[in-house]
């Protein structure tokens, strides 16, 4: 090869190295802006409808779909919103001084700054990799109460609990009672204010219609998960657990059994009927949750907002009132305080928030939420939320 065939060889291998280069730096800075631009899009949502719609284009299919999922043709879920956008109304009051408004609420004697509770939910590494920890994160920076899921955390309780901020314990009554014991009994020196207990998951209904299609998802095209999917708390070194969600025979011998083991507060979850609520005192709780597990189990079962009245009126005072499923907005939380709820707590937007932001994305869910119940209080003249009440509630008797 004669020398200048040699420079042009040579010229043209070192020109496409350095062509194919430059084009290598520019799809990567490209693609560093897209991630940085993505990772920030959670700035821009303004509600929570907005933090889930991000949330289905940001998630995997598969595990949006787990969050989201509703029992049945989702009917319950669907029949909570339409009670809370269609049949109850606010009816603002004017030219009244709220200067100044507080959102402090005193729930079983402590004062916290806000009506708004993190509800259990299980899994938070589908949302982010810091799982729960970045929940209780953005817990203590909203200054709301977590509940932490004991069973179905996928970070050690020790790291959770290294965060400040009120937290509530949640259980269930389906694991074995000698952990159940073990945690309940430690959950005070831990510094859990109460105990959440589920009470509406006899059996194991939704784990067939959901897990089993998710798990499958997830063999197949989300390795990493199956990875990051452990249950540290169901996997106690000295005790083999056999998970066993289905017994079907927990009854509330089980509740006074615990109510013996705590003097921490005792909450019933899952609550729709007043007959319960009766027993649920009888039997020594301290407060009830009227939920609907979010719509994910009985479906065509009346809407947990729906059910708050009586269930207020049947229980007179005794206990604490809270109340979940499909609250999206300041202005639902004020319509459920008025009927007569102590508290609420929020399922799904939490997790859409954690999917958006990691636990900036709780914060800013939880800081919209509060935002927008301090706006709609000041069109009701209200200061506090012990002034809440049904008189701001349209046509409500
Ligand atoms: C992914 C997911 C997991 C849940 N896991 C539990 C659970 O383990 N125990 C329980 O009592 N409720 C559980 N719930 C129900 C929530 O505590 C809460 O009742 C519900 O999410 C409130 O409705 P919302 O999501 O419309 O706010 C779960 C809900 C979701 C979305």
Redesign the pocket.
Known sequence: MKNNQLYILLFGTTLTASILFILNSIRQKKKRKQDEEQKNEYLKCKSLNEFEELAKKLMKSHRFY??D?KAGEGHT?KACRDYFDKKLRILPRVLIDVNEISLKTNIFGCLYESPIII?????HCLANIDGEIGTARGATEAQCIYTY?W??STKPEDEVLKTDGPKFL?I?LTTPKEILEKIVQEAEIKGYRAI?I?C??PTDRVRDNVLPLFEEASKTIDKELNQSMPMPNMNLPDIIVKQNLSTGSITWANIEWLRKLTKLPLIC??ILSPIDANLAIQHGANGIIV??????QVDTAPPAIECLEDIVNVVDGRVEVFI????RSGTDILKALALGARAI?????I?YGLACGGHNGVKQVLDILKRELIYDMACCGLSSIDEINKNILYKHS
């Open positions: 787990y969050y999922y879920y509800a259990p939910t299980t899994f899921n069973m179905y949640h269930y959440v589920t509406d998951h979850k899952g939920s609907n597990h979010g719509g994910r979940d499923t499909g609250i707590l929020i399922g799904r937007p997790l």
